[in-house]
């Protein structure tokens, strides 16, 4: 589906429009359709070049199609917050055990403050405390989640940029280098790690000092300006040298590259469109067409 073509749709989507709606993906209703990621790509071929996930459809899409795949940075700290507390799962264990038991409570926040003020003679209870060190190991973890869940909420921010990105995962890689396996710059599962490299150093205004990989990478983007020649402004006593050295540099090309700044780095736009998509689906689909579906879910992106 191209977009909505009814003209007083289009008129109402064009007052309000926030997010632009390129396409979306066929519905596929019958068990012997194709959902390979080739037929994907024929789908999507003149409507979308570059998508934002990591999931290996997506990945295998993108290099069928030859072009960059900028991954969704929430989905990779994910992956690193689950693999961190998959190797803090006993602690995690032992507090929910506490809390079982203190399920009376009905705010967490106050389970610390009521810590001095528990019965020390309930024996059952004191055995689910944590020893002093053990408390201090539990202090340590609950102060790493706050710093994993601020960089989190970070980037469902609006207009967070692949610099942006770089400079929390750095700071984040920094803290816990086990983290590295999923957002180091070159981490596996980056797709194309030279293009988001290249996009940060143009982020950071060091275009100039990008390397020939990054270069390639970022060649879609780029703008090439031509200083203009005033061969009238050259000095008469000036050597045939100094001539051609100056038209040389008026002439020198000034590599910018364009859009790099808007590229999103987070698909949580995407993802929240494909939750309404979904609850529509299920409960409107039998009574719409796909073009006035496409219609629905556009406007109410664009509403918010």
Known sequence: ???????????????????????????????????????????????LEQDFDNCSANRRL???????????????????????MTQNE??????????????????????????????????????????????RQLKKLYAD???????????????????????????????QPAFAAYIAPRANIVHTPDFELGCVRVLKGNGARLTASEKRALRPFLQVDRAPVNHGEEAETDSLVQRLEKRRRLEAREARYCLVGSIPATSNKVEGF?????????????????????????LRENSR
């Open 90 to 135: 006993n602690d995690f264990a032992a507090v929910q055990g506490l809390m079982t038991k203190l399920r009376t409570i009905k705010h967490p926040k106050a389970s610390f403050a009521l810590l001095e003020f528990l019965d020390q003679d309930d024996e059952e209870l004191m055995y689910l405390l944590p020893c002093p060190a053990y408390n």
């Open 145 to 175: 989640f706050k710093d994993f869940e601020s960089v989190l909420k970070a980037l469902q921010g609006e207009n967070v940029s692949l610099l942006d990105v770089r400079v929390w995962f750095d700071g984040l890689i920094e803290a």
């Open 1 to 47: 589906m191209g977009g909505p073509t009814h003209p007083n749709i289009s008129s109402q989507c064009l007052r309000i429009a926030k997010s632009a709606l390129l396409s979306m993906a066929p519905v596929i209703n019958g068990l012997d359709e194709d959902p390979s990621a080739r037929i994907h790509r024929d789908f999507l071929a003149g409507m």
């Open 62 to 84: 993108a290099t069928i199609m030859l072009v960059p795949l900028v991954g969704c940075a929430s989905h990779r700290l994910n992956r690193a917050v689950q693999q961190h």
């Open 274 to 298: 494909f939750s309404v998509a979904r609850a529509t689906l299920g409960y409107e689909r039998n009574g719409l067409q796909p073009i006035p579906l496409e219609m629905v879910l556009f």
